[in-house]
């Protein structure tokens, strides 16, 4: 044995670990290879158990209470709790030991409960049934025991058990059909291939006997790549080596769909699935709120230490006087005498400390936590928010940023499938010039269902007639459709095939778009059989291409490619791609035609793809072919090669032609941008099309208007000029504007001001973000931001996914710090989702990967209207009332505790009784605020959704800013005062009983508590607009459990209940007179300043919300001018006499109708080449609009 192989070994063994090794080699069946092959070196890999929990039945105490007990309010209370245990205390530790037990257990149960769930569903997958192949024979085992190497057999419907390379499958060509909706939610069915000398093993015992070890990359969480190669031994010959892809992995969690049965070995097992290593935890978002509140907790913090210090230090100070500090009755031990000083006045400061801490509301996050868990429901129970097309309802995957939706500032959004529908329609095909239409006149054949053609120029000739037939083939060939004759499949679209019903099969819906608008143009595909491609030409014969080579998509080439073999030996490689992807590679063919329709089709909004192709002799297919198995083989670096490869390959084509497809814009996409717009929302539109499709769907969509000026930031622009002179002059030109902008930019009202929109592409933003040559990137970066800032919408075409997140993360780091929300319905759009404050996912066609790592997902875009601006404005409102609501309620409590230490000689008395002090936040007033930030409604949502600037009332944290906290602390502090000095000069007069009997201080302290809870209840009734009987029965109902606990805690109603110091105190004080008219008056005067202060700024200074609540009552049925017309759903509004059939897209015009109204008639101006007369429509209603005509899509 050699040296390195010595050193493997050590290496391997003493290390105990493989990563270090970048590959593993995996014997199949674990038979040793052949003698004369490499040693044979058994490695230690983790069995197939999944382990989703995160607690164990041993460590849940301990590791449950480290993670509670590392939240600075739960620590705060525990070292509160601890410090009342150790010294003497003027409270009991129960009173914040029962707070705090209640929190930390109510927090471990749910917890515990949700692991345990985890733990149910871990144990169903590892112990669930697998068969595999021992000694040539079918074994059945629980799935945990699967080992790396096991021959696994998988039939129809079942899940793979672990990742496995596909050995052989039922089918005769090595194929299978499998779903990954668990994996990545993509419904439709992806073809996986058997390896080539494998796959005719069709029997355990064949498989049994094969000689094979398979090397591959260690586990990487990446679902669409794999590098790895199998070896093949066969009797005394060298091994053949084939590669393995993606396409030849099964993934742990997909199912298998419409083959028998297949066999496969595993290659990765138990937590290093691809599965399992996609389990990772999104990152914790918190709120704006959140934040908010923790700040709020410190400065609270900082005023409980502020009060403790100043009364120890005058407690020191009023104890200099010798008769104080011991007065007759009162001497003071020997041992206490020489006490050290610094000690005691250490201990008196945590005694007050403790005496004050119940300024700092622990239940308040139990509240918040309560508040969001059951508020998020009103968001899934709506009902205007259900797609009955879908079936689907909005979902929440997380509640702890509910408030955060109706703080948004920014708003990116992809296009494909969130503003379009995702529902591709084949227009036309342009083909060395000439324009076809299916259903119209081609080459002088009048096709079904004629409706005229655009000729750019004359008929065909004998080459071009040639050209065209093979840009049909072109299509045809070149993609990855899959046909299955079974209307039961979960396919994209069904079409029919000479007859009989077929169904196409594709990820990608542009492709079924594309072979299907062939099939109306006379050239069907048929089938992928043992490697032979069928179609069926205009003659109906049936054409044979044997499939070569398929050189695969990718995001960053932007095209595809197959190398074919007809039947007469003719080697072809057609090509498919972008324009900008495949002009710069075409050496011949009419390109500026081509050129041109591309670019008129994408300024119409379409979706674009140019065909060209190339033609081999044997010899040059000899090399190609050992160029692609060179890089196919190879284990390091194999993406990089195989790039490099296609990149010489696809070189030298001849343009054939291009292919328009339509994707049609969302119901109400356009009304919802508008909405969010008028909102102050900035709307960004992120996509991977290119620039003229991209804009001419934002101008669908209103996102650009007609008096837009667009910049571009491109790199067209950058190739004629400088970064820098582009980015300096796109500044002056916004920033020479700069002061007008400081009108309402979003109203859409003023066409005089100038609105700029900003185009910038993926290779611009590349320029952008890259670090200069002096080391430093910010200047560019905050000149581009600058620039943004100064436009009302921006568009980012052209950005690959992770672009998308670099965006969204260079406006969430800006100085400003706005709140950002990314939308998307791909798993391309999950990286942005993910680095978004909120991240929603569109329940769309390309899968379930974004709904699935998303905040919360909606159905369809138009959602995302009331969802902002109906939800999350109340969310807000509610929550942002809760904190400064907690906070006044606790200032209100203790500040009286604070001023009666100056009345007691700073001895740390207690103001209020222990079960007062307990019940407080836990009881008395905890319910109503619950409540209220579950219910309230200060405006109407219908109100909310008819204006939407009332978003703007509650944006950039409005309700929690340091002038609103600091009104609520100063009101609090004056209730206190109220409460305290009021019940004092009411004692001052000692004899308040008929029978002259004194008060003595638990009553002072229940008269001061009562007065209190009166007041603080009262206080949320007059916040409260929207009342319900639920509303009436809780703050009613709190108040008269207050009234019921003190008679039973006084011995009133449970005389067995004779507590000592509080016995008949709260009857004592109702027998007399001048409490209850004391009680009425300290109540009247504490919530005469906030009702006066709400009553003046309401007259004097109203917010467009007050406005609005002002009218609301006077014009409930008011139209805003600003109502889109499409939203008017009342029939009220609706014309019975105006009838508007659809206009249906016969070639690349835009579908526009206006409506307008004069002299009582409604009219509907069609353009004339819908071929429709102008319409009016009669209309009784006295209805008007004020400006010019309304504009929507139809």
């Known amino acids: 044995m050699d040296c390195s192989r010595l050193r493997s070994l050590v290496n391997r063994y003493c290390t105990g670990e493989e990563n270090w090794v970048d590959n593993r080699t995996i014997y199949v069946g674990h038979r ?131 990742d496995l390379i596909l050995l052989s499958s039922s089918r005769a060509d090595g194929t299978c059909f499998v779903t990954t909706a668990s994996l990545d939610g993509e419904s439709s069915q992806k073809t996986y291939y058997a390896v080539q000398d494998t796959k005719a093993f069709q029997n355990e015992q064949d498989i049994d006997a094969l000689h094979a070890t398979v090397e591959c990359e260690q586990p990487q969480p990446d679902l669409y790549k794999f590098v790895g190669r199998i070896n093949v031994y066969h009797d005394s010959n060298e091994p053949v080596a084939r590669p393995l892809g993606s396409e030849n992995l099964l993934l742990r969690g997909a199912t298998l769909k419409n083959t028998g049965k297949i066999f496969g070995v595993a290659v990765y097992t138990g937590m290093e699935t691809k599965m399992a290593l996609n389990y990772q935890s999104k990152s914790q978002k918190r709120s704006a709120v959140e934040k908010s509140m923790n700040v709020f907790l410190i400065v609270y913090l900082c005023i409980l230490i502020s009060k403790s210090l100043i009364n120890t230090i005058l407690k020191y100070v009023w104890q200099s006087d010798l008769s104080r500090d011991e007065p007759w009755y009162n001497q003071k031990t020997e041992p206490e005498r020489k006490r050290n000083v610094f000690i005691t006045a250490f201990t008196d400061f945590l005694a007050f400390m403790v005496l004050f801490n119940y300024i700092i509301p622990v239940s308040m996050y139990v509240t918040v936590e309560m508040q969001k868990f059951l508020g998020s429901y009103f968001l899934t129970w709506d009902e205007e928010m259900f797609d009955e097309e879908t079936g689907e309802g909005p979902l929440v995957n997380t509640s702890d940023l509910n408030e955060e939706l109706g703080q948004v500032e920014y708003i990116f959004t992809d296009k494909t499938g969130t503003l379009t529908e995702n529902n591709m329609e084949f227009i036309e095909c342009c083909i060395e010039g000439h324009v076809y239409v299916p259903h119209v006149i081609c080459n002088g054949q009048i096709l079904r269902d004629c409706a005229g053609i655009d000729m750019i120029d004359s008929s065909p000739g004998g080459s071009g007639k040639e050209r065209e037939e093979l840009f049909f083939r072109a299509l045809c ?544 009734a007059l916040d409260t607009h929207y009342w319900t009987w639920i509303n009436h029965f809780v703050i009613w109902g709190s108040l008269l459990f207050y009234i019921v606990f003190s008679l039973l805690w006084g011995g009133i109603i449970w005389p067995f209940l004779n507590y000592q110091r509080m016995y008949y105190v709260f009857m004592q004080m109702l027998s007399s007179g001048p409490a209850w008219l004391g009680i009425i008056m300290l109540i009247t005067v504490s919530l005469l300043p906030d009702v006066l202060k709400k009553v003046l700024c309401r007259q004097l200074w109203p917010t467009a919300t007050e406005r609005t609540q002002n009218t609301s009552s006077r014009g409930r049925d008011h139209i805003s001018e600003f109502t889109p017309l499409a939203s008017l759903k009342s029939s009220r509004y609706r014309s019975n006499d105006c009838k508007n059939s659809p206009a249906r897209r016969s070639s690349s015009h835009s579908k526009k109708t206006m409506f307008t109204h004069w002299r009582n008639h409604d009219y509907s101006i069609l353009p004339s080449i819908f071929g429709y007369s102008n319409k009016r429509c009669n209309s009784n209603m006295g209805y008007y609009y004020r400006g010019s005509g309304l504009e929507t899509s139809l």
Not at 68 to 91: C, E, G, H, S
Request: proline share 3%; glycine share 6%; hydrophobic share 40%.
């Open 32 to 162: 040793e290879p052949p003698p004369g092959a490499e040693a044979y070196i058994p490695q230690r890999y983790p069995d197939n158990r999944i382990v989703s929990s995160k607690y164990t039945f041993w460590n849940f105490v301990p590791k449950n209470l480290f993670e509670q007990f590392r939240r600075i309010a739960n620590f705060y209370f525990l070292i509160i709790f601890l410090v009342q245990l150790i010294i003497d205390t003027p409270t009991s530790p129960v009173t914040s030991g029962l707070p705090l037990f209640f929190v930390i257990t109510v927090t471990a149960i749910k917890q515990g409960y949700e692991d345990w769930l985890r733990h149910k569903a871990d144990n169903a997958m590892n112990q669930c049934p697998v068969h595999f192949i021992r000694h040539g024979k079918l074994v059945r085992k629980q799935s945990r025991k699967l080992r790396v190497g096991d021959i696994v057999m998988v039939k129809e419907d079942e899940t793979f058990p672990c």
């Open 477 to 1020: 060939l070149c993609h990855t459709v899959q046909v299955k004759e079974d209307d039961n499949v979960d396919g994209l679209k069904k079409a029919h095939l000479t007859g009989r019903p077929s169904v196409y099969i594709s990820s990608s819906p542009d492709e079924v778009a594309l072979v299907e608008g062939i099939q109306r143009l006379g050239y069907t595909y048929l089938r992928l059989k043992d490697s032979c491609m069928e179609i069926l030409n205009r003659e109906n014969d049936i054409e044979k291409f044997e499939l070569l080579e398929v050189l695969s998509f990718d995001s960053v080439r932007r095209r595809m490619s197959v190398i074919v073999k007809s039947a007469k030996g003719e080697i072809y490689l057609f090509c498919k791609g972008a324009d900008s992807s495949i002009f710069p590679r075409v050496a011949e063919g009419k390109i500026e035609q081509i050129r041109s329709r591309v670019e008129r089709n994408a300024v119409e909004g379409l979706r674009t793809l140019c065909v060209a192709y190339k033609k081999y002799t044997y010899k040059e297919y000899e090399n190609v072919q050992k160029q692609l198995q060179e890089a196919k083989l190879a284990l390091q670096d194999r993406e990089k090669k195989l790039a490099e490869a296609y990149e010489e390959i696809e070189r030298e084509l001849i343009l054939l032609g291009a292919t328009a497809v339509e994707d049609r814009l969302q119901e109400k996409a356009a009304d919802t941008i508008e909405a969010l717009q008028k909102a102050g929302i900035k709307v960004w539109v992120l996509t991977g099309d290119k620039m003229e499709t991209a804009a001419a769907t934002c101008y669908a969509c209103k996102l650009f208007r007609r008096n837009t000026q667009l910049l571009e930031l491109t790199t067209k622009k950058i190739e004629e000029q400088s970064l820098h002179d582009v980015l300096f002059d796109l500044s002056k030109t916004v920033l020479r504007h700069s002061g007008s902008l400081t009108r309402d930019t979003f109203s859409g009202l003023s066409a005089e001001m100038q609105d700029y929109g900003l185009i910038i592409d993926g290779a611009a933003l590349s320029l952008i973000m890259k670090p200069r040559e002096d080391g430093s990137s910010g200047n560019y970066r905050e000149l581009f931001l600058e620039i943004c800032r100064n436009c009302s919408a921006v568009l980012c075409c052209r950005m690959a996914p992770l672009q998308k997140a670099q965006i969204v993360k260079l406006i969430k780091w800006s100085k400003e710090h706005p709140i950002t929300l990314a939308i998307g319905d791909g798993a391309n759009d999950v990286s942005m989702i993910l680095e978004a404050h909120v991240g929603i996912g569109v329940i769309g066609k390309e899968g379930r990967q974004a709904a699935r790592n998303s905040d919360y997902a909606i159905p369809k875009f138009k959602h995302l209207k009331k969802m902002l601006l109906v939800h999350g404005h109340f969310y807000y409102v509610r929550i942002s009332e809760l904190v400064q609501y907690f906070f006044y309620k606790n200032v209100c409590f203790i500040f009286p505790q604070f001023l009666y230490q100056f009345f007691c000689g700073f001895s740390q008395q207690p103001l209020y009784d222990t079960a007062y002090l307990t019940l407080y936040n836990i009881s008395f007033t905890s319910l109503p605020i619950l409540l209220y930030s579950l219910m309230e409604q200060h405006v109407s949502s219908d109100t909310l959704k008819r204006d939407p600037s009332l978003y703007r009332d509650v944006a950039k944290n409005a309700h929690l800013r340091w002038r609103v906290f600091i009104y609520w602390t100063f009101l609090g502090v004056f209730d206190a005062v109220v409460f305290f000095f009021g019940a004092y000069f009411l004692f001052d007069n000692t004899t308040v009983t008929s029978n002259g009997q004194m008060f003595g201080n638990w009553t002072f302290g229940t008269l001061v508590f009562t007065v209190l809870v009166f007041t603080v209840t009262l206080k949320l």
